[in-house]
């Protein structure tokens, strides 16, 4: 599985970026997408997730009501839209596929993915 990021970009506070993941290569319909980030000095962390084919999702508390992950499995692409961003949320965020075998409870967890995109920027200034 093959994916690509993008739609990053610089914006003030309170507002809005729509970011894209294009997958690609032998999918499974039950695939994981999900979208993590990376700030400057600071671990991994999980940001939201999709299941391809329930369209089931999860989200981080800090994001929950601001952002929301989106599908549409014609275009092969997942999205995410974040709303009334907030400095907090720079980083660099990237989207990743689990194996296909991953139990719901685990949705959340970073090492259940197995394949990742280069990262796009993210930067909110206040």
């Known amino acids: 599985v093959q994916l690509q990021a993008s739609g990053g970009g610089l914006v003030q506070a309170g507002g809005s970026l729509t970011l894209s993941c294009a997958v690609s290569?032998?999918?499974?319909?039950?695939?994981?997408i999900g979208w993590f980030r990376q700030a400057p000095g600071k671990g991994r962390e999980f940001v939201a997730t999709?299941?391809?084919?329930?369209?089931?999702?999860v989200y981080a508390d800090s994001v929950k009501g601001r952002f929301t992950i989106s599908r549409d499995n014609t275009k092969n692409t997942v999205y995410l839209l974040m709303n009334n961003l907030k400095p907090e949320d720079t980083a660099v965020y990237y989207c990743?596929?689990?194996?296909?075998?991953?139990?719901?409870?685990?949705?959340?967890?970073?090492?259940?993915?197995?394949?990742w995109g280069q990262g796009t920027q993210v930067t909110v200034s206040s």
């Open positions: 990743a596929a689990d194996s296909g075998s991953t139990i719901w409870s685990e949705a959340a967890s970073t090492t259940r993915y197995v394949s």
């Open positions: 290569g032998r999918t499974l319909t039950r695939h994981l």
């Open positions: 999709i299941r391809r084919n329930s369209g089931n999702t």
